[in-house]
């Protein structure tokens, strides 16, 4: 069905009443901010590192520059002028140079450029591309880089991966044929390639694996923000490691001790779950990582385990804490770790003494993720609803937070958004469930709003008080919407059990907490238009969509977003397999797990189905394979129901792409437009 393009500019123009030399947000806008990236704070505490994205729509792409600043927020230098991809800054030992890794001569490489100025020096010249995702990771000898690229295993030096590249390439038959699972991994094809560890000695420019074996390292999944780290005397390496077979339906990642001068790798941890991001105390005699307990689960509870060296005994140093560990970080002494995690829709910092008193709340009411600790202060990534991620700097008690930067303080000035407002609500059982509303720009406390529930992924996910790129509330505001966003049962940051809720239940409890919630919406605020409400979702909140769909005539319209519509072609296709086997306790052929497979697919509830819908899906989703979307679009179109399919060839589970990107927010706001407005 087409839609008017007309009908967008109509709804743009419900916003009135926008403060004057001011507009409402528009996806050029979210799509060219500026954005903050990796950031690592100098060894002498003085300096922050960091890399700018800067998104251009007309290119499609991006460049990145790495800028330094300093703590007490004098003085801020940009170091590169690169129209490429210069990414992860990390500082050597001495303080005197930055070590980064850029796509500047083609393929990403790692450069290492004084902090004083001057042009990189390459350090590397790989036939294949450093994993820059991974990091770098100085010894604190100074001598020699960790970091990680995709190698064929059984190759000994890179001329045998450029070699077996190059015949690949020049071979006329593109077929892959595969012997094992995961052939494919989120967006890309295993192709007989492993990630791999590798040591770069800086002197010399020798490369080095740690550790042989047909295996990812780190692992392809469920890793921490760091998966390998150096002892304090250089010496032997700590590495996440899934050295087994089961790796596509198992979640038992281990950190492992790898000493450098041989010998077989000493496993620290013991947990069947997910074991990952190892890191030694300053003085050696510790290590720290991050454990969840039960196996298959990927969003069990994170706590931070204290391994003692000497002994081998361990510390559960957060099980008082009813949250999960996302980072963490030493305090430079050694006596205490700062963490950041999901805080009932913000993301607070805590304090845990390695004694293990504690852990103790240092932010409430702010967005924050840990960048690093000094002797005195506090280095944070900061942001909100109305504002992307800056820099900022605060003492160890999480007091007198003060900004670092302000990358879009001019456009941002020029940008009409509303505050959110948060509510509580008593959802099924009688639980409380947390939620966030949006009004449009230039609101008008006399006027009836037509109003879309964004509905979030994971599902063990939540909606919080930041700024997002790919579901972003202020531009589902923008043309003169209410945007109302609800953190159900299984989202995160109200305590496991909270999380668990969701287990087994996809379409139960879930389903009417967000009903409630909107129940609950339409009778608390005024001004909201009950008889034109939308919902949008992806990912679990595209499934959720789907589910609606089945059960419900509430709403005038959807957007499903990769969402899935049979859990039994689910389970054959997607890369995740733990996922599908722990949500549905297990393969769809053993016991009664048919039934859960039948009960909780949408496909099931099809005859119900009839809501106008408008499906977006990409071709390189393998978490959620296109077929899905698919399957959704023609029963819609086989059942007359208006529907219109956005389908992506060169997407994956996300839209990234700028043009890509407009386009999306494009057709999902003619769509709203069309039945809301």
């Given amino acids: 069905m087409a839609i008017p393009m007309g009908l967008l500019l109509m709804a743009v123009l419900t916003a009135a009443g926008v403060a004057q030399n001011k507009h409402a947000l528009t996806a050029e806008d979210m799509i060219e901010m ?120 059984d190759c000994a030096d890179d001329a045998c991966n450029k070699d077996r590249e190059q015949a690949k390439e020049s071979h006329p038959v593109k077929a892959r044929a595969f012997e094992q699972l995961p052939y494919r991994v989120w967006d890309s094809w295993k192709d007989g390639k492993r990630s791999q560890v590798l040591l770069l000695e800086i002197e010399t420019g020798r490369i080095t694996d740690v550790i042989e074996g047909d295996f990812d390292a780190p692992p392809i999944d469920l890793g921490g923000k760091q998966d390998f780290t150096f002892s304090p005397d250089s010496k032997s390496l700590l590495l996440t490691l899934h050295e087994e077979p089961d790796v596509a339906w198992s979640t038992n990642n281990d950190v492992f001790l790898m000493p450098f001068g041989g010998g077989k790798p000493t496993k620290i941890s013991e947990s069947r779950g997910a074991d990952n991001h190892g890191t030694f105390s300053p003085d050696g005699k510790y290590i720290v990582f991050r454990s969840m307990k039960r196996p298959g689960y990927e969003a069990d509870k994170t706590d931070l385990i204290r391994y003692d060296v000497a002994t081998g005994r361990t510390m559960n140093l957060t099980e008082r804490l009813d949250r999960s560990v996302a980072h963490y970080v030493w305090t430079p002494d050694g006596t205490a770790l700062y963490f950041d995690c999901d805080e009932t829709g913000y993301h607070a910092v805590y304090r845990v003494e390695l004694a293990g008193k504690g852990p103790r709340k240092l932010t409430s009411g702010t967005y924050d993720k840990l960048v690093g600790v000094t002797k005195d202060r506090l280095v944070t990534r900061r942001q909100s609803l109305n504002s992307p991620e800056d820099l900022y700097v605060m003492t160890l008690d999480g007091h007198n937070p003060q900004p670092l930067t302000a990358l879009n303080k001019d456009r941002l000035a020029n940008i009409e958004m509303e505050n959110a407002e948060e509510f509580w609500f008593d959802g099924a059982a009688n639980v409380r469930v947390h939620g966030f509303l949006i009004r449009p720009p230039g609101f008008n406390t006399k006027k009836k709003y037509p109003m879309v529930y964004l509905i979030h992924g994971g599902p063990q996910g939540a909606w919080g008080d930041n700024w997002h790129y790919r579901w972003n509330p202020q531009l589902f505001a923008a043309p003169g919407f209410v945007v109302v966003m609800v953190n159900p049962r299984g989202s995160t940051g109200y305590g496991q059990r909270f999380t668990d809720d969701i287990n087994r239940d996809w379409g139960g409890k879930v389903y009417e907490d967000l009903m409630k919630g909107l129940e609950f919406v339409v009778q608390k605020y005024s001004f909201v238009d009950k008889d034109r409400i939308g919902a949008a979702g992806g990912s679990y909140g595209g499934y959720m969509v789907n589910w609606m769909n089945g059960h419900t005539d509430r709403f005038k319209c959807f957007v499903s977003h990769s969402g899935i519509m049979n859990e039994f072609n689910m389970y054959g296709v997607t890369e995740e397999l733990w996922f599908e086997e722990w949500e549905m306790v297990g393969p769809y052929w053993e016991g009664k797990n048919r039934e859960l497979y039948e009960k909780w697919s949408p496909y099931t509830y099809v005859q119900n189905f009839k809501t106008p819908t408008l499906v977006i899906h990409g071709e390189l989703d393998f978490r959620v394979p296109v077929s899905e979307g698919m399957h959704l679009f023609t029963v819609l179109q086989r059942k007359g129901i208006p529907s219109r399919f956005l389908y992506y060839p060169d997407e994956g589970h996300w839209i990234l792409k700028p043009q890509n990107s407009r386009l999306w927010y494009e057709e999902v706001h003619h769509w709203l437009a069309h039945w809301l407005i």
């Avoid at 954005?35 to 890399?51: F, M």
């Avoid at 001495?94 to 500047?104: E, K, P, T, W």
């Fill in 34 to 153: 500026r954005r903050l990236d990796h950031a690592s704070v100098s060894p002498d505490g003085q300096w922050i590192a960091y890399n700018v994205q800067q998104y251009r729509i007309a290119s499609n792409t991006y460049a990145s520059n790495i800028f330094l600043t300093s703590i007490d927020g004098s003085t801020t230098r940009q170091l590169t002028y690169s129209a490429y991809k210069d990414m992860r800054p990390e500082w050597s030992p001495d303080g005197r140079s930055l070590a980064f890794v850029s796509n500047r001569t083609g393929s990403f490489q790692i450069y290492l450029m004084s902090v004083d100025g001057g042009e990189p020096r390459r350090l590397t010249d790989l036939s294949t591309p450093v994993n820059f995702g991974n990091g770098l990771v100085w010894s604190p000898d100074g001598r020699t880089l960790a970091f990680s690229a995709d190698v064929y295993p």
